[in-house]
């Protein structure tokens, strides 16, 4: 961060500076350093700025300042240093009178620098200018002025470019008069002035003309030129004196006339022709001249014109200057090259006290002779002046303030008698020397000497300057001695006290930044607040201290991330602005330095307005340095910077082409040959990387790479920045072999990141972060070969660079950050739990130093929570895998909407919830996945690096939730996405492998679905090569040969080839292998070669192979600890192994062992509690088939696991799909059957009863519990029945959310928060109810229902339960006073029940009424015969009369049949209708809460009449229905208290809105069962639909009686009959005691009828009271109705009453 050198106005200050400035010049002349040029450039405005106007001084600073440009534009080729040349020249004429010798020499040179830029620009109006100022200069030089003729060769010159431009006949003659006139004063007779040379003592040393980087053409070119060389050394070497003016000007006119040959032969750019005069002159010693001759002054300096740069883009015909006409100021483009120019150290020493003449003589010699004319200069000179000589004569100064380098746009100032040299501008072997000098000097000089404060400071900035050249810490040690000794020197109220805690302040921060020690850094700041104490408000040093203060601040601030210093550094950045108010000079750099400080405030917190602020001040800063000024290009670096940063933390994609385009115009401003391009070639690559990164678009990487390739080849061996340019480079190469795969590019990568290493030996300050780089690409190498000796060099490199970070280090935490990487990395290929701990020690130190508000803490966090995810995989600890949600949740909260990071934030967090997916398989949080994974994708356009990763992933999870839910749509867009990311995954693609595997895996699973053998070849085909891509030693290798052997062995179960079993067991035997002991994928390995050969043993019956098979299963089980979550599925594999040897060996011991380690496996409570149900459908299997006696307790521990399972889920849809998915895999709707059919053969009716009501209805049931009444438990514990009461409505909301949008990724975020809200409910809900049960008589509270609570629903009339099981199938009839009545029904199972379903929906989608009819009577006389008839027969047996209700509780699918309406209907025929009245319920307990909620009241109730004939925006499903309006009216005509809604009144909202004020509803619409998601199934209302979502949530407390007068009202879902998901039920739920609904599609012409047959009987008295309860009678006079009008049977079975 910059800051000024000089109060304003203190005069010996400007002095100082000026005399600073000139040496840089001088020593720039001498080594052509280019920091040195700009840095005097710099002083010399500050001193332009700081000088009034009057300054005696200011002409002449504006000349220096004027000449100082001019030479960087020679050097550089920048026309911004022509502009500024050009406009200080300016001000300098204007300073003179226009009739004064010093404007017409000022104008002279303005004029030189108007035809340069003429030459770069083409522009006329400069010409036109310059010729004008030629010829104004020559009105007022006489013939016999000595400058005339130089005067007249500029005019000419500048009139012959404008002829090239304007071919105006008027220059062309012009020219010829100048010419002329310059050989009329160059005659024989009148020697030109220009070149004194009459001295006999003086002789030239030689004049060469000098031609570079000539082609072929160079010959010519010599030729005609040496002829001009050869005549000038004959010219100057003419000791007999004579006309040497006619020579010169004959050498200037043969070059004139040679401009065509010259113009052909050098065409190309970058050709460059130019002169070197040098005078050699006597000088005192007597071995260098004869002892007789006596030392003679050098003559008034030769003006001599030199010939100027010729660039390709010019002409290069006019060689305009000759060797007479130049101005003092041009000598030194000729004279002595090497040692000192006449405005720089000509001043210098005559301020200094030395004659002209002696400064004349040491200007005239050569860099040899410089050591000869320094001893004659210092002859005699005393010691201390010598000292000062030495500095100005190797380009050093007496300077009050220097510049050392730290951070970019950062300077600090030490301040003593020696400043500090750039390293690229002083030799080594100089700067010794200058140690050596300084150390003699400080040794020689005693404690209480005067001079040893300024010697301590002299030998401290030595020994700076010599740390800045070798980069050894022992001299900065040895400095910050020196300077603590020098302010020891400086005591409280000492004037040098605040220069000496200045220079050791930025001394320690410096000794900071190499070693981190924090202890260097804070010892700085209180220095530095010390001297900021010591100057009053006003003071003009005040705004150096404050901007120093302020830069330590922000230094402190990346060590420890304390918000608080950084708030003071941006308070102190801002008093320092305050001292450079608009116009000041000096305003520019501190409006960087603040604006530095906010971007890195907002990098910490966010705030927008921080990075704005930084803008805007880049923007000025920008604004004071326009084109033309030479520093524009560092302010557009800046802003460009920033506006990045903005890009990076909002993701605008203006910023991104504002800041490219910013970079870009610094290139621009550092054309060819400009020593900065390579800096700006470097900025614009990196800008156009990142965009690469976020479009995708392979022209920016390869854009990129071209301009590092360019900048590099700027920065040849021996260049300082060479290191980082390999660097980048490398870096850049190695994202193209991701992209492309090419091996050469992971080579060369690592090569520039070697040899870069190379660069940085130890000790030097970037030597840790090129370890970083080579060990990274070494990673990447390692993981693309699977060379382990690769992971070990990195891990090597990566420890190495720990070393040089230590505590405190502000790149430690990104060193140890990489190091967590790599060895994360060993611990996946080796499985050692050391390495793994390790690597979590390591991310943990790294985000405990990234606290809240640290700008990489959301990095932190990610790789944390990663590794954490890692250790779950290994110990299976649920509790991990919950912190690393949590924590990729906080990153993911971190980077939001438009980071450009988020993509990589929502992809880590979409893996951690789909790992939790496959532990308890909640759909929540597989939903929660899938919609982070597509905002990842949405985030990542065609091309970005990450999108086929998340593609990838995106699929697998899809592809998982098929296998869970199987929806065919899943897989086939699965598979889609896959195949997007084979086309990002070209051949060579470093990833190809994977997407390779995945969409084998998936279209291995689209076989098991179709069957279509082609599929199975096509994914053995896409394994091979996966596995090729997985050579010997690739850390995959293990993983690619696993999925080939499973897809093999598959081949083989279809073709039966032994050979494919054999290569099956061939590969998983390798695969274990490569898994040795500790690794974390063994136990995976070692059960996958133990079903390999249990397969071979079923095969082959040799019984080795299933000893290995059990073998093999108890190690993956011993390597599954107790606490292991696989460790129930090992378990679960051992007992099915155990059990095939008790197939063979026929061992009871066998047995037994199996059913114990099923048992154990069920009870593993660390286990998933999809493993533990899995086991315990195996347990029941095996325990049936054998008939063990632990049959009984398998069953009612799956149907346990099986509650618990499905609670777990967080909505209702994703409880139905769990039990879908057990449906499909694992005969879920079987279990309360089966486990009611052992409890019968046990001869335990009332636990079969008991097993049954526990294992069906178990969403409602789930939902029922949230609302359990707790009048009791108020009494006995007011506090947990609040808690219960509280936590039970918040989980009955959460599962009731409506998760329709299931893939949206909008949605992701709600959804990732609700599901987690939700386990956290549950699991305080599980706690309270443990603590309820706990209360005296609570005991029992919420567990299952037991059988004497159970016997109530039959308080009303008998209650017939139908089990059907393929064990045995029997009629429970259930009595309120007695043991259940148990009839056998021999012919009826599962099948045969499935059966009568799909015959019965096949029937009722018969075209005709007549092949209806007669199917309808089919299906009725089954059922009587199987099922009813049985039934009844027992009902008359125990004396129930005719006429009765009774109840239907059946099970299976014959809770999808008409039971109803069973018989045979034949004349005389026995038929159900006319014997009982029935009912339905799904369950005892759901007809216990029905009767519960009846009041006892019976009266008039009101109801609400709801009819839609048409909605609105209907689809397919949708058509119209004509008579609605007449079922209303006749409705409307019969209820004498009724509302009705009808169409446009019928909206959603409005209909709901009335649900709770009428006791009755009547709904006659659109009906629809949702087969997929039932709780989808709906009403078509007006607008849109009212679903059993949404009629789960309402509560209505005054609710008797629905008539649902619609289509599949009471069709219930043929996946999971058996929980009764239908709208009928779920109205019931919400509160109607009784519903009418309709088991299929009604017919709409019978609307009208029934609704007047059904509400005249129930209203048959009139305005007298109505009774619900009547509603069962009131289906019977339906049908009796319908009947008699002989409407077709299943137009009048469809009804049916469910509830009291």
Not at 1087 to 1095: F, G, K, Q, R, V
């Amino acid at each position: 961060m910059a800051v000024n050198h000089l109060a304003p106005g203190h005069r010996l200050q400007l002095d100082n500076l000026y005399k600073y400035a000139t040496a840089l010049l001088a020593r720039f002349e001498l080594k052509r350093g280019v920091a040195d040029l700009g840095h005097a450039i710099a002083l010399l405005e500050e001193l332009a700025d700081a000088q009034p106007t009057d300054h005696p001084l200011r002409p002449l600073t504006l000349k220096t300042l004027a000449e100082a440009h001019y030479m960087r534009s020679k050097s550089s080729g920048d026309i911004s240093d022509l502009n500024a040349t050009i406009l200080y020249e300016q001000q300098v004429s204007d300073f003179y009178s226009a009739d004064g010798p010093e404007h017409d020499l000022s104008c002279s040179r303005l004029a030189v620098a108007l035809v340069r830029r003429s030459r770069a620009t083409n522009s006329i109006p400069d010409l036109d200018r310059a010729t004008n100022l030629y010829e104004k200069v020559l009105e007022g030089r006489s013939a016999k002025h000595s400058e005339r003729s130089a005067t007249l060769t500029g005019l000419a010159e500048a009139l012959h470019f404008r002829y090239s431009l304007t071919k105006d006949p008027a220059d062309r003659d012009r020219i010829y008069a100048c010419d002329k006139e310059v050989q009329d004063l160059c005659s024989s007779d009148q020697p030109h002035q220009s070149l004194n040379l009459q001295s006999p003592a003086t002789k030239s040393r030689f004049v060469l003309l000098r031609v570079q980087s000539l082609d072929h053409s160079s010959v010519l070119i010599e030729a005609n030129i040496e002829d001009t060389v050869d005549q000038l050394k004959d010219m100057v070497l003419d000791k007999t004196g004579g006309s040497k003016g006619r020579h010169e000007l004959f050498c200037n006119g043969h070059l004139l006339l040679n401009e065509r040959t010259i113009e052909q032969c050098i065409p190309d750019r970058g050709d460059v022709i130019y002169m070197v005069y040098t005078v050699e002159v006597p000088v005192t010693q007597t071995d260098l001249i004869p002892e007789t001759q006596s030392a003679t002054s050098i003559p008034s300096p030769v003006e001599v014109t030199p010939i100027l740069d010729v660039a390709s883009d010019e002409q290069v015909g006019h060689i305009t200057d000759s060797l007479n006409g130049t101005t003092e100021d041009e000598i030194i483009e000729l004279a002595t090259p090497g040692v000192a120019s006449e405005n720089a150290t000509k001043i210098k020493l005559l301020d200094m006290g030395f004659s002209e003449e002696d400064i004349m003589l040491a200007m005239a010699v050569t860099r040899s002779d410089f050591e000869a004319v320094f001893g004659y200069l210092l002859n005699g000179v005393p010691a201390d002046l010598k000292a000062e000589v030495l500095a100005v004569m190797t380009g050093e100064s007496d300077s009050e303030m220097s510049e050392l380098g730290t951070s970019s746009g950062e300077m600090v100032h030490f301040k003593g008698r020696r400043s500090y040299a750039p390293a690229s501008s002083t030799t080594g072997d100089a700067r010794e020397a200058e140690n050596m000098s300084s150390q003699m000097e400080h040794e020689l000089t005693p404690p209480k000497d005067s001079k040893r404060l300024a010697n301590l400071n002299n030998l401290a900035i030595a020994s700076i300057n010599h740390y800045t050249q070798s980069e050894d810490l022992s001299d900065l040690d040895s400095a910050i001695g020196y300077f603590q000794e020098a302010l020891e020197l400086c005591p409280l109220g000492h004037f040098e006290r605040p220069n000496g805690l200045s220079n050791l302040a930025n001394a320690l921060t410096t000794r900071c930044k190499q070693t981190g020690d924090r202890e260097d850094l804070d010892a700085a700041i209180g220095y530095l607040q010390e001297e900021m104490q010591l100057y009053p408000p006003e003071d003009p040093n005040r705004p150096v201290n404050l901007n120093n203060l302020a830069s330590a601040l922000v230094t402190r601030y990346c060590h420890d991330g304390d918000r608080s210093g950084l708030d003071v550094a941006i308070g102190y950045f801002r008093q320092a602005l305050e001292f450079y108010p608009p116009g000041r000079p000096g305003r520019a750099n501190s409006l960087i330095n603040l604006a530095s400080a906010l971007s890195t405030r907002c990098r910490l917190t966010g705030d927008r307005e921080d990075l704005d602020t930084a803008v805007g001040y880049l923007q000025e800063a920008v604004q004071l340095h326009p084109p033309g000024h030479p520093h524009r290009s560092a302010s557009l670096n800046n802003l460009a910077n920033a506006i990045q940063a903005r890009y990076n933390r909002d993701g605008d994609r203006a910023d991104l082409d504002i800041a490219i385009g910013y970079h870009k115009e610094g290139l621009e401003l550092h054309p060819l040959g400009h020593p900065n391009r390579s800096g700006s070639l470097n900025n614009l690559a990196t800008v156009i990387q990142t965009r690469y990164k976020q479009d995708g678009n392979r022209t920016d990487l390869d854009m990129a790479i071209e301009y590092l390739q360019e900048a590099l080849q700027l920065r040849p061996l021996g260049h300082p920045d060479r290191s980082s340019s390999l660097n980048n480079l490398a870096a850049a190469l190695e994202i193209r072999h991701r992209e492309d795969g090419e091996r050469v590019d992971l080579d060369m990568a690592i090569e520039h990141h070697e040899e870069a290493l190379q660069l940085r030996p130890l000790g030097h300050p970037d030597r840790s972060a090129s370890l970083n780089n080579l060990a990274n690409v070494f990673d990447t190498r390692h993981s693309q070969n699977g060379d382990r000796e690769d992971l070990d060099t990195a891990i090597g490199y990566l420890q190495e660079a720990v070393q040089l970070r230590p505590p405190g280090h502000p790149d430690r935490l990104s060193s140890l950050n990489n190091l967590a990487n790599v060895i994360r990395t060993r611990y996946i290929q080796d499985g050692s739990r050391a390495d793994l701990d390790t690597a979590i020690e390591y991310y943990q130190e790294v985000l405990q130093h990234h606290p809240v508000g640290h700008p990489n803490r959301s990095i932190g966090l990610n790789n944390l929570a990663a590794a954490i995810q890692t250790r779950y995989k290994l110990d299976g600890d649920r509790a991990d895998l919950d912190m690393a949600i949590t924590y990729h949740q906080e990153a993911l909260q971190l980077r939001p909407p438009e980071h450009p990071d988020r993509s990589t934030s929502l992809y880590n967090l979409a893996n951690a919830f789909e790992t939790r997916y496959s532990r308890n398989g909640d759909q929540v949080d597989a939903d929660t996945a899938i919609g982070y994974y597509q905002e990842a994708i949405q985030l990542q356009p065609l091309g970005h690096l990450d999108r086929s990763a998340s593609l990838n992933s995106l699929a697998s999870i899809i592809h998982t939730r098929y296998m869970r839910n199987g929806d065919h749509r899943d897989l086939d867009m699965a598979i889609g996405y896959v195949q997007q990311a084979m086309h990002i995954h070209l051949a060579k693609h470093t990833d190809r492998s994977a997407t390779i595997n995945n969409l084998a895996h998936l279209i291995q699973t689209r076989y098991s679905r179709d069957g279509d053998r082609a599929d199975l070849d096509i994914a053995i085909g896409y394994y091979q090569e996966a596995l090729r891509l997985h050579p010997l030693g690739h850390p995959n290798r293990s993983v690619s040969l696993n999925n080939l052997a499973a897809i093999i062995q598959t081949r083989y179960r279809q073709d039966r080839d032994r050979a494919d079993l054999d290569i099956a067991i061939e590969y998983d035997e390798e695969a274990l292998q490569l898994r040795p002991l500790g690794h974390p994928e063994r136990s995976a390995s070692l059960n996958n070669l133990a079903i390999d050969m249990e397969n071979r043993y079923k095969e082959d019956g040799i019984s080795g192979d299933l000893d290995a098979a059990i073998a093999y299963h108890q190690e993956a089980l011993r390597l599954q600890a107790p606490g292991h979550p696989n460790r129930s599925t090992s378990l679960n594999n051992l007992a099915t192994t155990i059990h095939t040897r008790y197939g063979r060996d026929d061992d009871q011991a066998d047995l037994d062992t199996a059913m114990l380690l099923l048992e154990e496996a069920c009870s593993h409570e660390h286990g998933t509690l999809a493993s533990r149900f899995d086991a315990s459908l195996s347990w029941k299997q095996l325990a049936l088939q054998h008939a063990h006696p632990s049959a009984l307790n398998a069953l009612s521990t799956a149907l346990e696991l099986l509650d618990m399972w499905v609670t777990m889920s967080s909505s209702l849809d994703s409880q139905h799909s769990r039990i879908v998915a057990g449906e499909m895999y694992g005969h879920v709707q079987s279990l309360a059957s089966d486990a009611a059919a052992v409890a019968l053969d046990s001869k335990q009716p009332q636990r079969a009863v008991e097993l049954l009501e526990q294992g069906r209805g178990i969403l409602f049931a789930q939902l029922i519990r949230y609302r359990t009444a707790l009048d009791d438990l108020s009494a006995a514990s007011p506090r947990l029945a609040a808690e219960f009461t509280t936590l039970g409505s918040r989980l009955e909301n959460s599962v009731k959310q409506d998760h329709t949008s299931r893939s949206s990724g909008s949605q992701s975020i709600s959804g990732s928060d609700e599901i987690g809200r939700h386990q956290e409910l549950t699991r305080q809900w599980s706690d309270v109810v443990s603590q309820i049960r706990m209360v005296p008589g609570f005991a029992t509270f919420l567990k299952p229902t037991p059988f004497d609570a159970l016997r109530c629903a039959a308080d009303e009339g008998p209650v017939i339960i139908i089990n059907v099981s393929k064990l045995r199938s029997d009629v429970i009839i259930l009595r309120d006073d007695a043991e259940p009545e148990i009839v056998r029904l021999a012919d009826i199972t599962p099948i045969e029940v499935l059966k009568i379903y799909a015959r019965l929906v096949n029937i009722l989608s018969e075209p005709t009424s007549e092949l209806r009819e007669s199917g309808v009577d089919e299906i009725l006389r089954l059922l009587w015969e199987l099922v009813v008839q049985p039934a009844v027969e027992r009902l008359k047996m125990m004396g129930v009369p005719q006429g009765s209700r009774i109840w239907w509780c059946p099970t299976s699918w014959l809770c999808l049949l008409p039971l109803h309406a069973a018989g045979i209907y034949r004349p005389r025929q026995p038929k159900l209708p006319d014997m009982y009245i029935s009912s339905y319920t799904t369950t005892l307990s759901a007809l216990i809460r029905a009767r519960k909620s009846d009041s006892g009241y019976i009266g008039q109730p009101s109801v609400l009449a709801v009819g839609v004939s048409q909605p609105e925006g209907r689809d397919g499903e949708d058509g119209f229905l004509p008579c609605v309006g007449e079922e209303l009216r006749r409705l409307a005509a019969l209820v004498p208290n009724v509302m009705l809604m009808k169409d446009q009144d019928a909206l959603h909202d409005a209909v709901t809105a009335r649900l709770p004020t009428h006791s009755w509803v009547h709904l006659s619409c659109h009906g629809h069962q949702d087969v997929h998601w039932p709780f989808q199934s709906r009403f078509r209302l007006q607008d849109r639909p009212l679903t059993i979502q949404e009629i789960t949530r309402t509560d209505l407390p005054k609710a008797e009686f629905a008539f649902l007068a619609a289509c599949h009202t009471a069709t219930g879902d043929a996946w999971t009959p058996d929980e009764g998901l239908h709208l009928a039920a779920a109205m019931q739920f919400a509160g109607f005691r009784g519903v009418i609904g309709t088991l299929w599609a009604m017919n709409d012409s019978d609307g009208p009828d029934i609704t007047e047959t059904f509400y005249k009987f129930m209203f048959r008295d009139g305005e007298g009271a109505v009774d619900y309860k009547d509603a069962a009678k009131g289906i019977y006079k339906i049908s009796t109705a319908l009947r008699k009008k002989n409407v077709p049977l299943d137009r009048w079975i469809n009804f049916i009453h469910v509830g009291a």
